[in-house]
C-alpha cells in the first residue's frame, strides 16, 4: 500500500496534523494522539495477566471502537517486544 500524503508527511513530521479520511495510517495516527490511547497504554502496561490484558482490551473495544483497541492492542506487542529485547 502507497503511503498517502499525509502519512508521507508524517513520517518526517511525526507532529503533522494532516489526515486523510479512509487512509489506515491517518486512522490509526489519529487514534495515537487521542486523549484516551496514553491512558489506555499505561493501564495495559500496569496489568500483569495477559487474560485481564485481553479483557481491558476488549471492553476498550466495545466502548470506543475498533480502531483504538486494534492501535492498543499493536502498540502494547511492539512495547512488550523492545521490552524482552532490552532484557535479553
Ligand atoms: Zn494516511
Not at 8 to 32: D, F, K, L, Q
Amino acid at each position: 500500500m502507497t503511503p498517502c500524503p499525509a502519512c508521507e508527511t508524517a513520517a518526517v513530521n511525526p507532529i503533522t496534523g494532516m489526515y486523510y479520511a479512509g487512509c489506515s495510517g491517518c486512522e490509526m495516527r489519529a487514534a495515537r494522539q487521542s486523549p484516551s490511547y496514553h491512558a489506555h497504554m499505561n493501564n495495559l502496561k500496569r496489568t500483569p495477566g495477559s487474560a485481564d490484558r485481553r479483557a481491558y482490551v476488549e471492553a476498550v473495544e466495545r466502548k470506543e471502537g475498533e480502531l483504538i483497541a486494534s492501535v492498543i492492542r499493536k502498540d502494547y506487542a511492539a512495547w512488550w517486544e523492545e521490552r524482552k529485547a532490552v532484557k535479553a
